[in-house]
């Protein structure tokens, strides 16, 4: 089954597109819809300025303004990866928890190749000491 893609990036907590040596990453988790009015979705409360205040600890419906604890959203969402295994060249698709492990001493999302089933990882973000 083909995962669903998001049509913006206003729709994803989460996304990332980047290449590795021999494989290529395409990751992105959507906003969880608000379980109250189900008609918003939950994303982090916005600052004076428009800004989403990414260090809140907890996540607001946009639409009603319900809030939940950011374990409790965070917990429910699932990381969608499109790849290219970096092993064996396989493309396809997989989720994961939202959940980082430390996998090769690093945080980062792990997911498994379908067809070598060796593990990949999606690193955290490091924006500053990109190269
Ligand atoms: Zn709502
Ligand atoms: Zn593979």
Redesign the pocket.
Known sequence: MALKRPQSMDECVYFTNRTTETGRIMAWVFRKE???????I?GKPIKKGGKPDKKADHYV??????EEPNSQVEDSLTVNVDYKCQHCGNTGEATTPYQRKTFEGVPSYVFECGKCHKKGKIAEDSPDSEK
Do not use: E, H
């Open positions: 608000c379980p109250k009015c189900k008609n918003g939950m419906c946009y639409k009603c303004s319900y």
